[in-house]
């Protein structure tokens, strides 16, 4: 939250019947979206990282998955 947007909103409240609120009660409002937002954001980045990582398991557990990363790009076999 943004230094003294609190306070003043508070005060404004309390000794000044919210004659000058509006404003605090605005840049709270945007920080609250802003971190909302950056918050849903960063769940959709981990939820998309694990459903990669899950595929990635996925093919690990099959079979073919050691015959084929035994073969290198150069088309030999690692040693």
């Known amino acids: 939250m943004p230094p003294g947007a609190g306070a003043n909103l508070l005060r404004s409240a309390a000794y000044f019947d919210g004659h ?18 950056a918050i849903l954001e960063g769940h959709r980045r981990v939820a998309h ?4 990582r899950h595929s990635n398991d996925l093919l690990a557990e099959s079979p073919l998955y050691e015959a084929f990363s035994d073969v290198t790009a150069e088309g030999g076999v690692r040693t």
Request: net charge positive; charged share 5%.
């Open 49 to 52: 990282r694990h459903n990669a």
């Open 20 to 37: 000058g609120a509006a404003q605090h009660a605005v840049v709270l409002g945007v920080w609250s979206i802003g971190g909302i937002a």
